[in-house]
């Protein structure tokens, strides 16, 4: 199965860490979720400055900023 991912320049981890953070977008651009911490323990991340740290790296803007928006 890595070999199929190595195809794809891409982990089975760097996937399920993609849906997650996918997933927490949706939930904060939809107002599912009321701040960034709810969002990212709820995504599971256990750090609230870690998952903000790896949302800006995939979208290019903070969680925060969803939240106001």
């Known amino acids: 199965m890595t070999r199929a991912f190595a195809r794809h320049n891409q982990t089975p981890m760097g996937l ?3 849906l997650r953070l996918q997933a927490s977008r949706q939930a ?3 107002g599912r ?3 960034v911490t709810e969002a ?3 995504h599971g991340f256990s750090d ?3 998952f903000s740290r ?3 790296k995939a979208f ?3 969680p925060r900023s969803l939240l106001a928006a």
């Open 40 to 42: 990212a323990f709820a």
């Open 28 to 30: 904060l651009m939809q």
């Open 54 to 56: 790896a949302f800006r």
């Open 16 to 18: 399920v860490w993609q």
């Open 48 to 50: 609230a400055a870690h």
């Open 60 to 62: 290019g803007c903070t």
């Open 33 to 35: 979720c009321s701040s």
